[in-house]
């Protein structure tokens, strides 16, 4: 923080009101004046008689604090100096509120990105050390009395403007880090956002794809079976008509997520639970489908339960597209791990595409990966095996 912006805050019309500093000048002005008058109590005696000219340094040592907004620095040097030319003509007021309020204000507004903080301290130390010359120099002996109270009440005067500083940068610094902790929040939940509605996105981009192609191959299906035989065409027609409803009833739902407000609630994609449907789907679009299930069932993680269904999902599309026959799926539970197993027939003269523009494996893999889990898959000659394991504790940190 600035010099400039820490006197500004401390000098502001909210710390204390511009109609208070004429109070506070007055007040020290009057107390300045009662201890010309009547000493400090038993410590020292009053003065026989006061002149104008005493009353004219006292008020010079006190008045200037109304404008200590302007200056501290300067206010500091001129109450201090009065304080001393009142010294020198022996009526010296040793605890002169004055020099110690502006005292105080110049420790309070300093900082140390300020020119001048170097110098404050000789600025203090040489003044002190004028009014006290000028106490001894008019009493001729030695100022045990000046030095003693006016010397302690600098210094804390001094010591507590110091604290008060240390205090309020302080409390400067913890709001700075809090607002960055505020700010670093809202970039964490801006980030979960974004992350979330990537997926969102990537599970459109599986659903519309794996629907898209069933319809394909059913309508490809119907278009050949029509001129032979009508009644299973129009089937596939029937068939068609409901995936492509249902496709469009998750893109509207899932649009609708995209389109929440933050903190809205998500709803997840379908999990193992869910394959039963998946593959009454896939079958009845013309690709029959067999599920099978090995091991004892066991509660799946959320991210492992929702990556098992658009794998398997994902893997009956690729069946789709690059089989010839009826597919398998083995959704086997092991004692830590969820196996993935999804077989069909290919022909004996296909060759894979890896660079043909198809993600399907690709996407497999990545998901997989999300969970902690590996993607293997094997190629015989005529058929196509593709292994998933996606385990069931937490994914590796």
Known sequence: MSGLTAHHRLTGSLW????????????????????LRHGIGPVTEPPAEISGSDIFLTAGSTLPLIAWRRSTVGVFVITAVFGTLL???????????????????????????????????????????????????????????????????????????????????????LRDRADRIEREAVRERQLAVAEERARIARDLHDSAGHAITLIAVRAGAAR??????????LTALQTIEELARQTAAEIDQTVRSLRAPEGAEVEPAGGVAS????????????????????????????????????????????????????????????????????????ARDHQPTRNAGGHGLIGIRERADLVGGSLVTRRNADEFVLTVRLPIGDPPA
């Open 275 to 346: 394959l039963d449907l998946l593959v009454s789907r896939h079958t009845r679009s013309g690709r029959p489908v067999t599920l099978r299930q090995s091991g004892e069932p066991k509660p799946l993680p959320p991210a492992t339960d929702r990556a098992a269904y658009r794998i398997t999902q994902e893997a009956l599309t690729n069946a789709a597209k690059h089989g010839v026959g009826p597919a398998d799926v083995l959704v086997a539970y092991g004692n830590d791990a969820l196996e993935l197993i999804v077989t069909n027939p290919v």
């Open 16 to 35: 204390v009101p511009r109609s208070m500093d004429l109070a506070v000048a007055v007040v020290a002005t009057a107390a300045a004046l009662i201890q």
């Open 87 to 173: 010294a020198a003509t022996g009526q010296s007021i040793e605890l002169n509120p004055g020099p110690a309020a502006a005292l105080f204000l110049m420790a309070t507004t300093r900082t140390n990105e300020n020119r001048w903080a170097g110098r404050h301290t000789l600025i203090t130390v040489a003044l002190l050390t004028s009014h006290l010359l000028a106490a001894g120099l008019s009493r001729q002996q030695i100022p045990v009395s000046e030095l003693l109270h006016t010397g302690l009440l600098w210094g804390a005067a001094w010591f507590a403007g110091d604290r008060h500083r240390l205090r309020r940068e302080q409390l400067d610094e």
């Open 224 to 233: 050949l079976r029509h001129p032979t035989d009508p009644d299973r065409s």
